[in-house]
């Protein structure tokens, strides 16, 4: 069964490091999500992305952050700048675009990322 | 805006017993989706349920069921036979075509046994 892959699982960096977080989205899905959970909170969404841009992002989606699709199957978040509230775990999701299938979002199973 | 309410932080279930965690939502949308999303503590998120707006009848899927209320905005899951590995955090979550997933607070569910 196709899935979202992401890597790294865990990722721990220093304060004021980048930090760039990878995501292989299913092969025929055209829409791509970032999302973000800290510790025992809920799950916020950060931006989206469809057709080679960006087409909705959050407040908390802020300069310090980008997104990008380098190369036709990967799709990275980068944090500039990490800060200490930037720990969390990030999740990617895809979905595809037939109106008929596309009712869900299929998750990675997260990059734990821990700023120190 | 789209909003997710769930109101109970935790809940407890005997093992084999039937819980309900509820749900609503606050849409000016006709057309949407809603989701159960079971959080375990790996942390992955994993899809129980889900729920077309304009079918009326209730998803279901093995022991998990929905009880949707359209006029209502209200998306109840229902678990019978609950068991161990339900254990988990659930997240009601809300979606229009292509667009984002919104998420509501989560619902600890503990099984006892």
């Known amino acids: 069964e196709p899935e979202v892959t992401q890597t790294p699982s865990h990722q721990v960096t220093q304060m004021g490091q980048e930090v760039i977080l990878r995501c292989v989205p299913i092969?025929?899905?055209?829409?791509f999500y970032w999302y973000r959970q800290i510790l025992g909170q809920k799950v916020e969404f950060l931006v989206s992305?469809?057709?080679?841009?960006?087409?909705?992002k959050s407040e908390i989606f802020d300069d310090q952050f980008s997104v990008e699709r380098p190369d036709g199957s990967n799709f990275t978040l980068k944090i500039r700048s990490t800060k200490l509230e930037d720990s969390a775990m990030y999740f990617c999701?895809?979905?595809?675009?037939?109106?008929?299938?596309?009712?869900?979002?299929?998750f990675g199973q997260g990059t734990r990322l821990t700023v120190v | 805006a789209q909003t997710v309410t769930q109101s109970q932080p935790e809940m407890s279930v005997q093992e084999a017993e039937t819980v309900t965690l509820s749900c609503t939502y606050d849409?000016?949308?006709?057309?949407?989706?809603l989701f159960w999303y079971k959080q375990p503590p790996s942390r992955q998120m994993i899809l129980v349920i889900r729920?077309?707006?304009?079918?009326?009848q209730n998803a279901t899927e093995n022991r998990f069921s929905v009880n949707f209320q359209k006029a209502a905005k209200s998306f109840s899951l229902k678990i019978s036979d609950s068991q161990l590995g339900d254990a988990a955090m659930y997240f009601c979550?809300?979606?229009?075509?292509?667009?984002?997933?919104?998420f509501g607070a989560g619902t600890i569910l503990r099984v006892k046994s």
């Open positions: 092969s025929n899905h055209l829409y």
């Open positions: 999701a895809s979905s595809d675009f037939d109106r008929q299938t596309n009712t869900e979002a299929f």
């Open positions: 849409t000016s949308e006709s057309d949407y989706y």
């Open positions: 729920q077309e707006a304009y079918k009326q």
């Open positions: 979550a809300y979606r229009v075509y292509g667009n984002k997933l919104v």
């Open positions: 992305f469809y057709n080679n841009e960006i087409s909705e």
